[in-house]
């Protein structure tokens, strides 16, 4: 076996609904039995990702019963339990509620944070700047690594500079 013949199973494998991939670290598993990952994040079913995308040294599997479900979309029908849509609770979703203003005084208008993570609590971290995103419409992130060792260039293209470049995030150094 080869590691492009590996590659290109996954690939497969995960185009055809066999299992999910994603790459970074181990998802923790939810109390629900369904993986903590950014539903984005996961290959499942078409397209096939090309070989080139899969990482074997950070990859993850994960049986199709454990990827988390994508949140239904706005004036999608609401799922009822053990039954197949279309009668009582199926229907618009209704707008989430608008939060109330609470008189504190003069608000911050800049929020900056600086801080040190690992890889867990990056996971942790980048929910909270998320819901900062929400509150201000969008952040701006400065990321700044040092290693001791150097960084491994094809591991820092594939799995730092392109996903950031396929994001549109920034711009592609090549």
Do not use: E, H, M
């Given at each position: 076996m080869s590691a492009n013949a590996i590659r290109k199973g996954i690939a497969e494998g995960a185009a055809n609904g066999a299992f999910g991939y994603t790459a970074g670290s181990v998802?923790?598993?939810?109390?629900?039995?369904?993986?903590?990952?950014?539903?984005?994040?996961?290959?499942?079913?078409?397209?096939?990702?090309?070989?080139?995308e899969i990482d074997l040294e950070t990859g993850f599997l994960m049986m199709p019963q454990a990827i988390p479900e994508p949140a239904p979309q706005p004036g999608e029908p609401l799922p009822v339990p053990g039954g197949s849509g279309g009668g009582p609770g199926t229907g618009p979703i209704p707008p989430e509620p608008t939060p109330q203003e609470l008189p504190l005084g003069s608000k911050e208008k800049i929020v900056e944070l600086t801080f040190?993570?690992?890889?867990?609590?990056?996971?942790?971290?980048?929910?909270?700047?998320?819901?900062?995103?929400?509150?201000a419409g969008s952040v701006t992130v400065t990321v700044k690594a040092e290693s001791e060792k150097g960084f491994d260039q094809s591991?820092?293209?594939n799995g730092v500079l392109e996903p950031l470049e396929e994001a549109d995030l920034i711009e592609d150094k090549k």
């Open positions: 998802p923790s598993l939810g109390p629900d039995g369904k993986y903590q990952v950014i539903i984005n994040k996961i290959r499942f079913g078409p397209p096939q990702a090309s070989d080139d040190t993570a690992d890889r867990n609590q990056l996971f942790t971290a980048w929910n909270a700047v998320a819901n900062l995103a929400d509150l591991k820092l293209r």
